[in-house]
């Protein structure tokens, strides 16, 4: 039993490594029908339509925004393969018997928190919870929590899956969270913006996280606890650190840091002296993230969070030709205007230190894109 265990298995890594490079090099190409026949040839016995969505299609998916972050795919063939993923994903899931639910069925709200684009991570949950017999309410992305709310008190929903890929959405994750508890809705987090170990998840006040759908489905069927709704409405102080109000001033003064950081910018990185109006904007873009992770970094007390998005975005940059060098010079005109304000000070000066000892990645890792 042992030898055919192992010969099943090494057969079905065989059938599941072909799936996906089929699938890879139809999404790349923007070849919907290819990439439907890859999915679909790779069912079978051994390899059902779960095993499909998170062990075909997932890491496809993290494989095109690596592929973008290097710089080895457009915008717009990113774009594409996400687009061909959602409707094959369609496709599959129109199939007799995909969804196993009954009018006794569990149910569960899954939705992407309010700003948060990236809506393939929750579908995918959304399916396989579908395939385990759950009764799934899927919101979609971008879901503002007003919304939410009212959706969770007209359906009396038993627990909300919250994702969210981008951890600037993370204030915003605070809020539906304590919103949803105050309702009595226990909130299972997920998405790479709470953390690769779910820090941000536990920080917050979710009642559970999970890193992968899987593990979200396993910990659904355990049963998540339900949360008492006075706890919740006190779970809103349960960050002291934003009483210096470092993290309200970044925000409100965004707009103002980026102005004075570009305009002193151009005396201190003379390459910016030859750059094309479109790179000047994307330089304005990327001080604007700059600043925005930095406030995130504050609001969850975590010099490591900007410490991360600054060295992703130095192997982008390096992807791209652009020196990495420039995101040290932008930090420390940041820390000049910023120099009341200690907190900030320190995560600025963590980054750099970081920064000077990085080692460019060789293949950048997905920021956001995961599945």
């Avoid at 890491?59 to 687009?83: D, F, I, K, M, S």
């Avoid at 002291?240 to 707009?255: A, C, F, K, N, S």
């Amino acid at each position: 039993m042992t030898r055919l265990s192992v010969r099943c298995d090494d057969h079905e890594g065989a059938v599941l490594e072909r799936a996906r490079d089929r699938l890879w090099t139809a999404v790349r190409a923007g070849d919907e029908r290819g990439a439907a026949a890859a999915v679909f040839d790779a069912l079978g016995p051994a390899t059902d339509a779960e095993t499909v969505l998170l062990d075909v299609i997932a890491p496809v998916q993290v494989r095109v925004g690596a592929e973008w972050a290097a710089n080895r795919l457009t915008v717009a063939q990113e774009h594409t393969a996400t687009a061909i993923h959602e409707r094959v994903i369609g496709a599959l899931t129109r199939r007799p018997g995909h969804r196993n639910d009954t009018p006794e069925s569990p149910r569960v709200t899954v939705a992407c928190v309010d700003g948060e684009w990236h809506g393939l991570p929750a579908r995918l949950l959304t399916e396989v919870l579908r395939l385990r017999g759950w009764t799934v309410d899927f919101l979609g992305a971008h879901v503002p929590t007003a919304h939410l709310i009212g959706h969770l008190h007209r359906t009396g929903a038993q627990a909300v899956a919250l994702s969210s890929s981008i951890p600037t959405h993370l204030p915003t994750a605070h809020t539906a969270i304590t919103a949803c508890q105050a309702a009595g809705v226990p909130v299972i987090a997920g998405g790479a913006a709470f953390g690769p170990d779910g820090r941000y998840a536990r920080t917050l006040g979710a009642d559970a996280w999970a890193p992968h759908a899987r593990d979200a489905a396993a910990t659904l069927e355990r049963g998540v606890r339900r949360p008492d709704p006075l706890a919740a409405h006190q779970a809103v102080d349960a960050l002291p650190h934003l009483g210096d109000q470092e993290y309200t001033i970044v925000v409100r003064t965004g707009h103002l840091l980026v102005r004075e950081t570009m305009a002193r910018l151009e005396a201190r990185f003379e390459p910016m002296s030859s750059f094309t109006d479109r790179q000047r904007r994307h330089t304005a873009e990327d001080l604007a993230h700059l600043v925005e992770y930095l406030a995130t970094s504050l609001y969850v007390a975590d010099d490591e969070l900007f410490t991360r998005f600054v060295l992703w975005t130095a192997d982008i940059l390096t992807a791209r030709h652009v020196p990495a060098h420039s995101l040290d010079i932008a930090m420390d005109l940041l820390a000049v205007q910023l120099k009341d304000f200690p907190r900030a000070r320190r995560t600025l000066a963590r980054a750099r230190e970081a920064l000077a000892t990085r080692t460019p990645s060789p293949q950048v890792p997905g920021h956001g894109k995961s599945a």
